[in-house]
C-alpha cells in the first residue's frame, strides 16, 4: 500500500497556540504532516520550538518562510491583525494556508484574501481554523439529533470560560513566552488593529469598547457564531439586540426554521471570560419533544470527550435522557485530517474564506445593533 502524500508544513507564529495545539497535534500526525519551518518575531521562541519539535528550519523573517522551497502550506499563526497579509503573502507564494480564526477582523480585509485566493499561482487554498466545527460529536450526533426535531422552537450558544493560562499549565506542553523582538513591533501591531477596527465600524468612531468588542468577537466570540451557523443552517435573519458589558457580551437574534411554515424562532449567545476555572461552551437546540446539546470542554488538554446530550420525551411520558460521544478523537486532531484531504484528495473544504465572511457579515450586524442602541440612548 502506498505511502500517503505528506504536506510540508512552515509555521508563522511560534506563540501559544503554535505550542500547546499545532506543532504536538501536527508532529503526532506524521504520516500526513512533516514540520520544515518555523517563524517567530522572537529569535529564541523559533530556535527553542524548532529544537523541542525537531523541524530543520528556523528563521525570524516571514518572507524567508513564505518562499521556503520545502514548505507547501503556510499555518498563519500570528496575532490577527496579521491574518490578512500574511495570508496573501503565502497565496502569492504559491502556498496553501491554514489561518487560525478569525480570517480576518474587518469585511474589506477579508474580500482582499478571497481576491488573492481567486489569483494565486499553484491552485493556492485558503483553510480557516475553526476547529469545533471538525469535531467528530458535532459532525455525526449533534448534525443526526437535530435533523429529527421538526420545528426549532429555541436556541442558546454560551462560552463562558475562566482564564486560559489555568488549562494550558495543565496541558503538559510547557510552553515557552519570550519577548527578544525588535522594538517597535509592539506599535505596528496596535496600528495595523487601529486600522483593521476602523475598517470593521465603516469609518465610525474608534472607541476603547469598540475596539474591545471587535477583537472579543476575533476571538473567542468567532468559535462559537461560527458554530452557531453551521448548527443553525446560515446567518440569522437579524440581531435584535445586544449587550455590551465587557468581559461578557450577549446577543439576541431571530432565525426561521428552514422546514414548513418557517416559524421564526429565537437564539441567545452569551460568552465572556471570568477568572473561574471552568470551560462552559455549548450549543443547545431545543424541539417541542426534544433538545439537543453539544458540550464543549477545553481543547487544551488533549483526550477530553466533546459530549452531546439528549433529552426528550419518551413513549410513556417520562424524559429519557441520553449522552453520545461519537469519538474520544480531538477536535484539533479532526480538523488537521480534514484539512490534509482537503489539500491532497481535493474533498471539499467547508472553512473556507467565502464561509468565514459571514462571519464578519454577522459582526456588522451585531455593531449595527450596538450603533442602534447606543444612538437611542
Not at 488593529?193 to 472607541?207: D, K, S
Not at 477536535?331 to 471539499?348: F, H, K, N, P, S
Request: charged fraction near 25%.
Amino acid at each position: 500500500m502506498a505511502e500517503p502524500k505528506k504536506l510540508r508544513v512552515g509555521i508563522l507564529g511560534a506563540g501559544e497556540v503554535a505550542q500547546v495545539i499545532h506543532l504536538p497535534t501536527l508532529t503526532l500526525l506524521s504520516s500526513l504532516f512533516t514540520l520544515t519551518s518555523i517563524c517567530d518575531i522572537s529569535p529564541q521562541t523559533a530556535s527553542h520550538c524548532a529544537t523541542k519539535f525537531h523541524i530543520p528550519h528556523h528563521t525570524t523573517s516571514a518572507t524567508e518562510l513564505l518562499t521556503h522551497p520545502s514548505v507547501d502550506v503556510v499555518f498563519v499563526l500570528t496575532s490577527d491583525e496579521y491574518h490578512a497579509p500574511y495570508t496573501i503573502a503565502a497565496l502569492r507564494a504559491g502556498k496553501h494556508v491554514f489561518v487560525e480564526k478569525p480570517l480576518t477582523l474587518s469585511l474589506p480585509s477579508a474580500h482582499s484574501i478571497l481576491a488573492a485566493e481567486a489569483a494565486a499561482p499553484n491552485g493556492a487554498r485558503v483553510f480557516v481554523g475553526y476547529m469545533r466545527r471538525y469535531a467528530p460529536s458535532f459532525v455525526r450526533a449533534f448534525h443526526a439529533e437535530v435533523q429529527t426535531i421538526p420545528r426549532i422552537l429555541y436556541a442558546r450558544v454560551r462560552d463562558i470560560i475562566g482564564p486560559n493560562a489555568y488549562f494550558v499549565n495543565q496541558s503538559g506542553t510547557e510552553p515557552v513566552r519570550l519577548a527578544d523582538y525588535l522594538e517597535g513591533v509592539d506599535a505596528e501591531r496596535q496600528e495595523r488593529v487601529g486600522a483593521l477596527v476602523n475598517e470593521a465600524w465603516q469609518g465610525r468612531e474608534v472607541t476603547p469598547e469598540r475596539t474591545a468588542y471587535t477583537r472579543f468577537l476575533g476571538g473567542l466570540g468567532s468559535h462559537d457564531l461560527s458554530l452557531m451557523r453551521e448548527a443553525l443552517g446560515g446567518l440569522p435573519e437579524r440581531v435584535d439586540a445586544v449587550a455590551v458589558h465587557p468581559p461578557f457580551y450577549n446577543a439576541l437574534m431571530t432565525y426561521r426554521n428552514r422546514g414548513g411554515a418557517q416559524e421564526a424562532f429565537a437564539v441567545v449567545y452569551e460568552s465572556g471570560i471570568d477568572d473561574v476555572p471552568r470551560f462552559d461552551a455549548h450549543v443547545a437546540v431545543y424541539g417541542e419533544r426534544k433538545s439537543v446539546e453539544i458540550r464543549y470542554d477545553t481543547p487544551f488538554v488533549k483526550g477530553l470527550p466533546i459530549v452531546v446530550v439528549v433529552e426528550e420525551k419518551g413513549t410513556g411520558g417520562e424524559m429519557v435522557r441520553r449522552e453520545v460521544v461519537s469519538s474520544y478523537e480531538d477536535a484539533y486532531t479532526a480538523e488537521m485530517r480534514e484539512l490534509w484531504g482537503c489539500l491532497v484528495e481535493g474533498i471539499e473544504c467547508k472553512t473556507t474564506v467565502r464561509d468565514a465572511l459571514d462571519d464578519l457579515r454577522l459582526f456588522d450586524m451585531m455593531y449595527q445593533a450596538y450603533d442602534a442602541q447606543v444612538e437611542g440612548k
